[in-house]
């Protein structure tokens, strides 16, 4: 298990960030961990933050507006919205920041979302585009890699508890 991949690739000329992370898991876990807001708010969120879902609708045109919670409860809010999704494949979302009353932070950013399943496991690819170099900058000075290494790690635990039931 301990050779599953791992990137994280910066490209400031097309101002994105490129994730692959590989999960010992079959595919209809892992996109239901993407898709399900029962299961997102379980993981999504590098430690010792929490995600809380306010609603989601996955269907294209869809949105899911959650907050990142800290420990002492202070919400972070973020909106995506769901651009195009083909089942098991694919989705795409724009992403955003924002106030508690839904009022989006722009400029945001595009993530492409691909699973691919081979030989039991299940490869997630992420491509983040970024509207400014400014605004990938900031993202990465924020600890994304650090706080999407975290989260993805939590979904791999969370994998391995939800294939052993």
């Given at each position: 298990m301990k050779n599953l991949q791992f990137d994280f690739t910066v490209n400031k000329e097309t101002k994105t960030v490129y994730v692959i992370r590989e999960f010992a898991a079959p595919l209809d876990?892992?996109?239901?961990?993407?898709?399900?807001?029962?299961?997102?708010?379980?993981w999504w969120a590098p430690?010792?933050?929490?995600?809380?879902?306010?609603?989601?609708?996955?269907?294209?045109?869809?949105?899911?507006?959650?907050a990142m919670v800290s420990p002492d409860g202070q919400e972070g809010w973020?909106?995506?919205k769901?651009?195009?999704?083909?089942?098991?494949t694919n989705f795409k979302i724009f992403n955003a920041f924002a106030d508690k009353d839904e009022n989006p932070e722009l400029p945001g950013s595009n993530w492409d979302i691909?699973?691919?399943?081979?030989?039991?496991?299940?490869?997630?690819?992420?491509?983040?585009?970024?509207?400014?170099?400014?605004?990938?900058?900031?993202?990465?000075?924020m600890g994304f890699k650090e706080?999407?290494?975290?989260?993805?790690?939590?979904?791999?635990?969370?994998?391995?508890?939800?294939?052993?039931?």
């Open positions: 876990l892992v996109w239901d961990a993407w898709t399900k807001p029962e299961i997102l708010d379980q430690q010792p933050f929490a995600s809380k879902t306010k609603h989601m609708d996955f269907k294209v045109g869809g949105r899911r507006f959650y973020v909106i995506q769901y651009t195009s999704i083909s089942p098991k691909n699973f691919i399943e081979q030989s039991g496991k299940t490869k997630v690819s992420i491509a983040i585009y970024n509207e400014s170099l400014a605004r990938l900058e900031k993202m990465i000075e706080g999407i290494t975290m989260t993805l790690s939590s979904l791999e635990k969370l994998l391995t508890t939800l294939s052993s039931k």
